[in-house]
């Protein structure tokens, strides 16, 4: 009897801990899904400064709308909204030198495609301006591995793996060390990288030391409810705001182009217009949503250019080959 209980509570000793490791793959999320982060760079490259510190905090909000099909893969739409808090101390000598700190918002500006090879465990990004896809997050990494993927940025190692819960189910968590770091463990890894939700420092960004540039993440919810930390009750989610007129945002895929593209714009309104290479508007067609889809009108392969005209008279434009 005494030996056959030691061999039951043997059992519980083994099971009770396998609780909290994740054996299941957990997929990255494919919709109603929003990822609230923060990021903060010192100096920063938008600012305009002269004998000053120049400093960016950004408030912001990932999430997933919608989805696209580009080369017979079906990607899904990533977006950003939020707001910038600039912050020009010292010396200003440039304009708009009387904006200190100066905020400016954003809404729904286009970030990338996502899209995931679950038999791999690979996660893809393709950003805009990127003439193809790239490996943001590999899930079959093991202790020691260099990260692999955009977001391991060349310079970090898995120093040990265990599992976080997310909502009601535990997901593989992967710690990152810095090369040069003490030891492999937890004591000297400074990130992380779960599955099904990406890095602890921002969903696209790559895992950096904390320096003048830290990205964060602060929470996550899945269609509304909060998932991660999983005892968060909820966390203010930045949006944008019309008081202040937006910057237009542009993005096209695929590129090069055949007979379809695919353009993203910051707005619902507007106007695209494709030019040739003489600088001759070859095509129009009116912004109705931060989506168009246009079937190009049979031209001649070459180098066009793609501007987005806002209705308040903003415009960017993007070059974009047509084969």
Known sequence: MTRNLFIVFFLLVLVIPARAQSSVYHHFPDSGFVWIEEYTKTPDGYCCCS????????????????????????????????????????????????????????????????????????????????????LMYDFNMLVGDTVRGKIGNGM??????????????????????????????????????????GGSQGVMMPLMPVDSTFGNMICAYNQSVPVWPANQSGCLMPTGTERFEQPAGLAVFPNPAHDYLAVYTSGYAGQIIISDIQGRDVFTVDVRQSKTEITLPGLPAGLYTIRYNTTAGNSVTKKVVIE
């Open 51 to 134: 004998s000053s510190v120049c400093t960016n905090f950004f408030s912001y909000s990932h999430y997933l709308n919608g989805d696209t099909i580009v080369n017979n893969r079906r990607y899904f739409e990533l977006y950003e909204s939020g707001y910038v808090i600039r912050t020009n101390s010292g010396n200003v000598t440039c304009p708009p030198n009387s904006y200190s700190p100066c905020y400016q918002y954003f809404y729904q500006f286009d970030c990338a495609l996502i899209r995931e090879d679950s038999a791999a465990r690979h996660i893809y990004i393709w950003n805009p301006g990127d003439s193809a896809e790239v």
């Open 156 to 197: 970090n190692y898995v120093s040990a793996i265990d599992s976080v819960q997310v909502g009601t189910d535990f997901h593989k968590r992967y710690w990152v060390t810095v090369f040069g770091g003490n030891q492999l463990g937890y004591d000297s890894a400074y990130a992380t990288i779960t599955e099904g939700l």
